[in-house]
Every structure is written in structure tokens, then in C-alpha cells.
């Protein structure tokens, strides 16, 4: 009884730690900006007046249209690449196949702080011949962050479990080994793609240094940015700042809420897996 | 592993050497996407990093120095301040985090825990928000007249507000809280994946032989875990190395440099002082070298508790 009280007791606390955040920040775009100065808890009324003057002062529809643009191009890259990867690494063995492997998880060690000026001045060496792929364009912002070890290595243990035979069946029915993979492999692996897309998804939405190195007129700002800057204005309007902030982090949150059962089984088939390995 | 073995044996048992040549050329090239974007974007990048180590100059003009840079950095009172707060907050904040992470993932492990969904959703709520939206809801809740101090101030535990983010020490707790709020629940996702696949069997044994919950804890739950946490710990450390949205919205690495981090310095020194690439490459390779470092620390220690 007493371990009863005790866990419900911590994970109610744990609960209010964790929204309390989420209710002030959606509370907050529905008051003045005074009452959210004054620290007011209740819902009000101002939050169609919040939403005008937000899309009256900021450009924030073409940040959505920018960081959506560049979120939804990443994630179905991002995973097309990685899980051709992770298929390729997990049903071909080699022993040259797995020298690759490990030095490819090595680029998980590596911190982007230490990427951004080679790859800026990649960039700008790109801009002199090709513009469209150059500084300032969403190319440039989506191409170094649609290869990730991570994901590879996801995909590769997601792929340990995979009933094998299947896949001989289908070669021995005729079908290419693209066949194989896009007609067998994939629809059986949903739950992983769901988990990849929903990681991959979330991690391009809220990516902020890069887009800050790499995009640098207004015009093509992400939502991050957008974000950034308004929080660090001198005469700031909270309620407006408040309604951008949910507006920004609602994609992220619905996208995640749908797809929240497939995540936790593709989380479960990746850390299965991990744990009898060693 | 076993059955991967076995259908490429079948394979091979009925196809002639071409078959294997073949298969492997398909196999090689289901990589090889991957492994080029992987090349341009982070292994040529390093090698040029570390060419650039060398060189210093303003903007794109750079001349080789020699090891001018790296005399610099050791000299460098910004850096050595930047390094002193990553690793006070990677030693406070990586531990807590994963402790508090393991513990919450136990409890709702429990079978008979009512609202389990509900728990688990709320507490990983806050990995949905994007580092930059939290960071600005965080500045303006520790604010000195913020709602934190307010309500500190409501419930008596403190009798004038906390200067938050305008003091050195306070502005270091915060941006620790900070991210283990942004963080824990993610965690914790991985160790009740893990957890929901050890069999209950194991711990109704332990219960049998009187061991008390905290003991299931320590002898059973962490060393079942034990790969996952090292994993955790790892991504944990190497994000934390990197620390930078954060800091940069909540505090600009104020007051002082008391919050800055060496991302945020690197940052600085390429884009908002006077460019110098090549320092700021040489910086770069100081979080590499921490981050290999720390790895491998991190390494030895889960391998210890393995013999």
C-alpha cells in the first residue's frame, strides 16, 4: 500500500513537472501580455487577438511553409537512405560490410559544432557554381542532416529480428532484390519507420543551429528561428510570443500523438534486440 | 544473427560463385547511399577541420600557423570558462538524468499501475518541443519576476526572488534543469522498452528469496539494462558536449561567459566576432577530443561491472 502511494505520488510529480510547462505556455497564448507578466494561470479570452497580432507582426506562415518544406523532404530521405542501409549492412554479411559499419558509427561521435565551418564553407565554395544548392536555400539546409549513423544503426537492429525466410521466399517467387525490399521489407517493418519518422520528423522541425549558420535571409527562416528571434526582441508581446511558441510546437506534438502507439513498438523492437546482442 | 547466417548459406548451397559476386554487389549497393553522404558531410568536414586547425586569418583567408591555435586555446580564458561549464553540467546533469530516467521507467513498468499510458505520455511530453520553443518558455519562467520565483516566493521557500538567469551559479542550475526537463522522458523510453522485455519470471524469483525492491533495482534491473544505459549515457554525454540551442536562448552564455558552452563559443568565433575559422576548428576538435575521451571512460566503466 505504501509502495502504491509512493509511485503514484512520484509520477503525479513527475506528470505536473512535465506539463506545467505545456499549460503556462497554452495559457499564456490565451492572455494579455501583462496578465502573462503578472504570472495569471487562468485561460482568457485574448487568444484570436493574440493570433492577429502575431500573424500581423511576424512572418510566421512562410516559416511553417519553410520548416515543413524541409522536415517532411528530410524524413522520407532520411529514411529511405538509412533503412537501404540498415537492410543492406543486416541481410548481406560480410566481414568488409562490418569494417564499413563501424567506422559510418564512428560520424555518431562527432559533434556538429565541429562540422558547421567546413560545412558552411562547403557550402559557400557549392554557392559559386550552384546557387540553387548553396548558403541560403532549404537544400542546403536539409542535405548534412539526411544521413545519420543513428538511424542506420536503428534500422540495422530492427532488422535482427526480421524473419529472414520471407525474403528468400520472395527472391525465389522472381522478385528483384529492390522488389524484396520495397514489397516485403518495408510494409513489415511499419512500426520501425513509424518510430524512425517520428525521431527523424521531430529532430528536423526543432534543428536550429545549422538552419541559423545556413539561412540567413528572413524569407527562408524555419520556425526555430523565427522562434528565436522573438523570444530575444526588447519589448516583447508574451501573449503573442506565447501563441507563436504552440503554434511552432503543435505539428511536432500532433505527429507524435498520432502516432504514438507505433512508436513504443518500434522503440521495443529496437531495445529488444540491443539488450541480448552483448 | 543465427538465422541471418543460415539464408545466406542456403544461397550460397544452390548458386554458383556469379550468384555470390552478385548478392554481394546488391548488398554493397544498399550501402553505398549512405555510406557517400556519410563521407561528404562528417568524415570530409573533420579531415577539413582539422587542415583548418592549422591556419588562422580572418573570413576565408587562411594561412597555416602551425600549432599557433592550439597554444592559443590552452591560453584561452573564454574556452577554458566554456570547457569548466560543459563538464559541470555534463557531471551533474547526464547522472541525475539517467538515475531519475530509471527510476520513473521502473514505476511504470509496475503491471498493476493504473493510468500507465497517461504517465508515460505526459512524462515524455516534453520531448516534442523543439529546443528553441522551450528554451524561450523556460527564460521567461525562471525570470526574476518569472512565475518560478513567484510561486517559490508563494509557498514561502524563499524570501526574495532567486536571480535566476543573472547569476552565475543560479544560470548554470538553470540551463541543468533545463535540459533534463527537455531530456528525462526520453530516456526513459528506451529503459521501459527494455524493461517490458525482461521476463517477470526473474523478478518473482528475487521476490521469492526476500530480495526488497531497491535490491531488484540494483542486482537485477540496472545490470539487465546495462547496454541500454551505456547507449543512453553515450547519446547522453555527446549531447551534452554539444550543448547550444539551450544557451544560447535562455542565457546568450551569460552573465559573464558563466553559462557559455564550447559550441556557443565555436559559434562566436565563426559567426558573430571577427570569423576565424581556423580557431574556431581548433576549438571544434577540443569537444571531438572530450567527447572520445569520455566515451571511452564511459566504455570501461559498463565493461568493469560486466567481469
Redesign the interface.
Known sequence: ML?KVF?YG??IV??I???F??L??VVSATNKSVD??Q?R?LPGSHFVENFKNLLATVDIVPALINSAKVSISTTILSLL??S??G????????KS?DV?FNI?LL????????????????F?TISQTAPFLGIDTLTAAV??T??T?FL?FFFRQST?MF???I??AG?IDGLS?LGV?FRIYVPTMKTTYAAAAIITF?AS??N??WPL?VLQSPEKQT???L??T???SYAPD?GV??TA?VI??LP??LI??IM?KHF?AG??G???I??E?? | ?I??????N??VSYSTKKRITK??L??????T???V??CI??????V??LI?SFQSGTG?NLKFTGLDNYARLLKDPTFITAVKNTVIYLIIQVPVMIFLAL??SV??N?KN?KFKG??????F?????????????????FGV???IN?MLMKLSFVSEPIQWLTDPFWAKITIVIAIT?RWT?YNM??YL??L??IDSSIYEAAKIDGAS?IQQFFKITIP?????IL?TSITST?GT??L??EV??IT?GGPGNATMT??QY??NL??KYTPD?GY??TV??A??IM??VF?IIQFKVAGDRNA
Open positions: 509502495k509511485s512520484v509520477l513527475a506528470t513537472v512535465s506539463i510547462p505545456f503556462w505556455m502573462v507578466t504570472g494561470l537512405i538509412a537501404l542501409a537492410y543492406g549492412f543486416e541481410i548481406f554479411k560480410s560490410k564499413v559510418l560520424s555518431m561521435m562527432i559533434p556538429f559544432a565541429a562540422l558547421m565551418v567546413p560545412l558552411f564553407r562547403m559557400g542535405l548534412p539526411l544521413t549513423a542506420i535482427k524473419p529472414k525466410d525474403l528468400e527472391r532484390e525490399f521531430m522541425w526543432n536550429y543551429l549558420v520556425i526555430p528561428l522562434i528565436s522573438l523570444g530575444s508574451f510570443i506565447m511558441i511552432a510546437t511536432a506534438a507524435f500523438f504514438q513504443v522503440m521495443m529496437f531495445s529488444k540491443k539488450r546482442e552483448v | 544473427m538465422s541471418a547466417k543460415t539464408s545466406t542456403t544461397s548478392t554481394t546488391i548488398g554493397w549497393s544498399f550501402i547511399l549512405a555510406s553522404l556519410i558531410f562528417y568524415f570530409y568536414p573533420m577539413h577541420a583548418m576565408t527510476f520513473l514505476l511504470l509496475d499501475l497517461f504517465f508515460r505520455t505526459a512524462i511530453l516534453p520531448c516534442v518541443t523543439s529546443l528553441v520553443a522551450y528554451s524561450v518558455i523556460f527564460k521567461y519562467l519576476d518569472g512565475i513567484m526537463w522522458g523510453i528506451f522498452s527494455s517490458q522485455n525492491p539487465m539494462l546495462k547496454p541500454i547507449f555527446i558536449l554539444q547550444f540551442d544560447m536562448n546568450k564550447i559550441s565555436i559559434y565563426s559567426f575559422f574556431a576548428a571544434s576538435y569537444i571531438v567527447i572520445v566515451s
